[in-house]
């Protein structure tokens, strides 16, 4: 047999081993997916650089700041993922307020009663406060471990909403969710009264940030993969029913705040390489990230930039502010805002953001 058959043999073999291992051991099981198109009018706010100009809060001390509060003193709350509720102050000190449980806390939102609720993605949903420490609100939803609370929000009535962002992956697999592109993320309510759990929404596609709106007859849920936010009535004659908000965002919506205007701030997450966005309609190619995370982990280095927008209560874009290559901020989760500043999270960074609003 020539060199050249065995080369052929070999090539075909190696070729053969490689669809067999994406085949049956492939983490996923991928539907046919197309990454939302961003719609005509948000293209009318054109790039800027606008989030090169941030001051850095705390750099070097942070590591991934996820989400953002800002109490009324000005001090500024995080999560990072060392397993710290870290505290900001006004003269720059850094405070390591709260241990609570190494690297799994994302979104977190104040309590009328004092202290906080952070979302833990292995425990479900804690209470931090100042002189009882840490606390189990919500660990399980009909029978089962909520593994991956996202984004949570208090009403006035004290209910809590949450979001769940994926039933099947994990806060480590979070992209596994995304290649596969089947909706099992979850809005959830927790009624602290009664001490009952209840399912809002079902079948979204990774819920991320929650957030009330100013009169609270509605709450907004991110669908980060999906590209959108919905609206869930809370008041009216359209109680218990949801409708799209936004859609075809500009990225993926992460953490969502509702500004004292009562428009909302939305993070957006890039979910793709420019010019790779094909990758998300080949279930092949999915497979292969899947499979071999190095891939992924590869062209997670040309996927760097981060915006964010400011959303009317009519889901129209009123603002938008870019790192157009994360040359400063990259992959920012969270955008609150406090006396003409916005304060920026990122699970990428190692401080803070701020920024004055224009």
């Known amino acids: 047999m020539d ?6 043999l070999f090539m075909l073999g190696c070729s ?47 590591q991934g700041p996820e989400d953002i ?4 003193e000005g001090i500024v709350y995080t999560a990072t993922r060392d397993g710290w509720i870290k505290r ?18 994302l979104g977190m939102a104040p309590l009328a009663a004092g202290g906080i609720v952070v979302c833990d993605t292995e425990l479900g949903l804690l209470k931090v406060t100042e002189d009882n420490g840490v606390t189990s609100l919500v660990s399980q939803f009909n029978g089962s471990q909520i593994n991956f609370a996202d984004d949570v929000i208090e009403a006035k009535d004290g209910n809590l909403y949450f979001s769940v962002a994926s039933t099947k992956y994990g806060f480590r697999e979070w992209n596994l969710d995304v290649l596969e592109a089947i909706p099992h993320g979850q809005l959830l309510k927790y009624n602290p009264k009664t001490d009952q759990v209840s399912l809002l ?5 990774f819920a991320n940030g929650v957030a009330l709106s100013k009169d609270e007859d509605y709450l907004l849920i991110c669908e980060s993969w999906k590209c959108r936010c919905l609206k869930y009535w809370l008041d009216s004659e359209l109680e218990g029913t949801a409708e ?11 953490n969502i705040n509702l500004a004292p205007d009562g428009s909302f701030w939305i993070s957006l997450i890039p979910l793709s390489p420019k010019g790779f966005e094909f990758l998300y309609t080949s279930k092949i190619a999915r497979h ?13 280095a040309f996927n760097k930039r ?4 400011k959303v009317s209560e009519n889901g129209k874009i009123l603002a938008k502010y870019d790192d157009p290559n994360g040359k400063v901020l990259n992959f920012v989760t969270s955008a609150f805002e406090y006396q003409g500043h916005l304060y920026l999270g990122s699970l990428k960074s190692n401080f803070v953001g701020k920024l004055p609003i224009v």
């Open 88 to 105: 900001l102050h006004k003269n720059g000190s850094l405070e390591n307020w709260k241990w609570v449980h190494n690297g799994s806390l």
């Open 69 to 72: 509060w800002v109490d009324k």
């Open 16 to 62: 053969a081993a490689l669809t067999l291992q994406v085949y049956y051991y492939s983490p996923i099981s991928p539907q046919i997916f197309h990454l939302p198109t961003p719609s005509s009018t948000h293209l009318l706010l054109p790039a800027n650089t606008y989030l090169q100009e941030v001051n850095k809060i705390g750099e070097g001390q942070l």
């Open 201 to 205: 929404l079902d079948n979204l596609g």
């Open 306 to 309: 981060a915006t964010v927008v």
């Open 244 to 254: 799209v908000f936004i859609e075809n965002l500009p990225g993926g919506p992460d």
């Open 288 to 300: 292969v990230m899947a499979t071999f995370p190095r891939i992924a982990d590869t062209l997670e």
């Open 3 to 8: 060199s050249i058959k065995l080369v052929a």
